[in-house]
């Protein structure tokens, strides 16, 4: 694997994003993400909190929701866009 400084040269000398450059890095890396913040949502659905440790988890809850749900309606409108 390229230093991040060079792999970001490899996309601007052939306009094809990283992504597309190391597929398999990427996937590998997008499954771990994917992992990680699944069990994130789950430690935190299993927190009990009050005040504001409670709205602190309730925003992180949200954000991962709204992660997901704007994956979905990408996928469902088909334009790439929530």
């Known amino acids: 694997m390229p230093p991040f400084k060079i792999?970001?040269?490899y996309q601007a000398l052939?306009?094809?994003p990283v992504s597309e450059l190391f597929p398999g890095k990427y996937e590998a890396v997008k499954q771990?993400?994917?992992a990680r913040l699944?069990?994130?949502a789950e430690n935190l659905h299993n927190r009990t909190a009050k005040g504001r440790e409670?709205?602190?988890i309730?925003?992180?809850l949200e954000w991962i929701w709204e992660r997901e749900n704007q994956e979905n309606a990408s996928l469902f409108?088909?334009?790439g866009h929530a």
Do not use: P
Request: aromatic share 4%.
């Open 7 to 9: 792999a970001l040269a």
């Open 14 to 16: 052939f306009r094809v």
């Open 32 to 34: 771990d993400v994917e």
């Open 38 to 40: 699944a069990k994130m």
């Open 54 to 56: 409670a709205s602190m």
């Open 58 to 60: 309730a925003r992180k």
């Open 77 to 79: 409108n088909g334009n």
